[in-house]
């Protein structure tokens, strides 16, 4: 357990919320109500192990951060603990609350076991994946999936490994479970088309007899969007863009809007995810800078490039 003062505010508390859920006591020696609070946060930090991090600050050691906290959520007496998550303060709650109490707090904030090691596995494939060793990658995937099912990011990662490494029917068999839900992941719904286009491409027609028919008639879109998908299963993704813009260009609303579903779908697969986020430089005594850096995914200029060309087809 850790104190917090000026000195490590922003390494132990803002910083660490950014990895983990970090609950901040404060209290005084004082405050009877605070030593009946205090061991059973110290209980519960054991038996969560290490789904939260428990620090303490004494208010008469470190009055104005915790005025500047009482003031943000309008309180005024201790003990007072505020759970910060991502770098920012989210709740709070005052008074010695049972244990009971507290636990339904930490529940709506905090990771179950299964929701944490599943994390621990996808972060493992994260890192195997980065070495170069899909083998280890794919089987912490599966394992943070069997987990956690509803882990979309590890699903989503573990289609695109799945696919890169040519194995479409275990793709296919990973997204089932998942293809038929109302509220589908925007990224999953983008791994399914592209599932949909690597299993379509053995029984497409040749290139050149689809190039011909196109040429022979611009609107036959049937031939535009079959090209369209060699491309796509070939991982050629601005050609694919490419022949569903002519589609669009002729006909939005093609077959349900199928040129533009895949066409979003293809930008979606390659976008890069957002880095973690990080914080900013400590700030003066007697000031409280609890608000991490906004985090935006890298910009790339040809998905750029192609999301105009998209805007200026559709509108």
């Given at each position: 357990?850790?104190?917090?003062?000026?000195?490590?505010?922003?390494?132990?508390?803002?910083?660490?919320?950014?990895?983990?859920?970090?609950?901040?006591?404060?209290?005084?020696?004082?405050?009877?109500p605070?030593?009946?609070?205090?061991?059973?946060?110290?209980?519960?930090?054991?038996?969560?192990?290490?789904?939260?991090?428990?620090?303490?600050?004494?208010?008469?050691?470190?009055?104005?951060?915790?005025?500047?906290l009482?003031?943000m959520?309008?309180?005024?007496?201790?003990?007072?603990?505020?759970?910060?998550?991502?770098?920012?303060?989210?709740?709070?709650?005052?008074?010695?609350?049972?244990?009971?109490?507290?636990?339904?707090?930490?529940?709506k904030?905090?990771?179950?076991?299964?929701?944490?090691?599943?994390?621990?596995?996808?972060q493992?494939?994260?890192?195997?994946?980065?070495?170069?060793d899909?083998?280890?990658?794919?089987?912490r995937?599966?394992?943070?999936?069997?987990?956690?099912?509803?882990?979309?990011?590890?699903?989503?990662?573990?289609?695109?490994?799945?696919?890169?490494?040519?194995?479409?029917?275990?793709?296919?068999?990973a997204?089932?479970?998942?293809?038929?839900?109302?509220?589908?992941?925007?990224?999953?719904?983008?791994?399914?088309?592209w599932?949909?286009?690597?299993?379509?491409?053995?029984?497409?027609?040749?290139?050149?007899?689809?190039?011909?028919?196109?040429?022979?008639?611009?609107?036959?879109?049937?031939?535009?969007?079959?090209?369209?998908?060699?491309?796509?299963?070939?991982?050629?993704?601005?050609?694919?863009?490419?022949?569903?813009?002519?589609?669009?260009?002729?006909?939005?609303?093609?077959?349900?809007?199928?040129?533009?579903?895949?066409?979003?779908?293809?930008?979606q697969?390659?976008?890069?995810?957002?880095?973690?986020?990080?914080?900013?430089?400590?700030?003066?005594?007697?000031?409280?800078?609890?608000?991490?850096?906004?985090?935006?995914?890298?910009?790339?200029?040809?998905v750029?490039a192609?999301?105009r060309?998209?805007?200026?087809?559709?509108?």
């Amino acid at each position: 357990m850790q104190n917090i003062t000026h000195k490590n505010l922003e390494a132990d508390l803002v910083h660490a919320s950014l990895a983990q859920p970090v609950l901040l006591d404060i209290w005084a020696p004082w405050c009877g109500p605070c030593k009946t609070l205090g061991p059973i946060l110290e209980k519960l930090e054991v038996a969560y192990a290490g789904r939260f991090k428990l620090v303490k600050l004494n208010a008469d050691e470190e009055p104005e951060i915790a005025q500047q906290l009482s003031q943000m959520f309008g309180v005024r007496s201790i003990p007072f603990c505020v759970l910060f998550k991502g770098g920012q303060p989210v709740d709070g709650f005052v008074g010695a609350l049972p244990e009971p109490e507290v636990r339904k707090f930490l529940d709506k904030h905090v990771q179950s076991a299964e929701e944490q090691a599943s994390d621990e596995d996808h972060q493992a494939a994260e890192e195997a994946l980065a070495e170069g060793d899909t083998d280890a990658a794919l089987d912490r995937l599966q394992a943070a999936l069997a987990t956690n099912p509803a882990n979309d990011t590890a699903r989503y990662d573990y289609l695109r490994a799945l696919l890169k490494a040519g194995r479409v029917g275990e793709a296919r068999a990973a997204f089932d479970p998942v293809a038929a839900s109302p509220v589908l992941d925007q990224r999953l719904v983008a791994a399914g088309r592209w599932i949909a286009a690597l299993e379509a491409a053995p029984k497409a027609r040749p290139r050149d007899t689809l190039e011909a028919a196109i040429a022979a008639n611009k609107r036959d879109f049937d031939a535009r969007f079959e090209l369209a998908q060699l491309h796509f299963a070939k991982g050629e993704m601005t050609q694919a863009m490419d022949e569903l813009l002519e589609i669009l260009m002729r006909d939005k609303a093609w077959k349900d809007e199928l040129a533009r579903k895949t066409y979003v779908a293809i930008l979606q697969l390659m976008t890069k995810a957002a880095p973690p986020a990080k914080g900013d430089a400590a700030p003066a005594k007697g000031t409280l800078e609890v608000t991490g850096k906004a985090v935006q995914a890298p910009s790339d200029p040809v998905v750029d490039a192609y999301r105009r060309k998209l805007s200026m087809t559709l509108f």
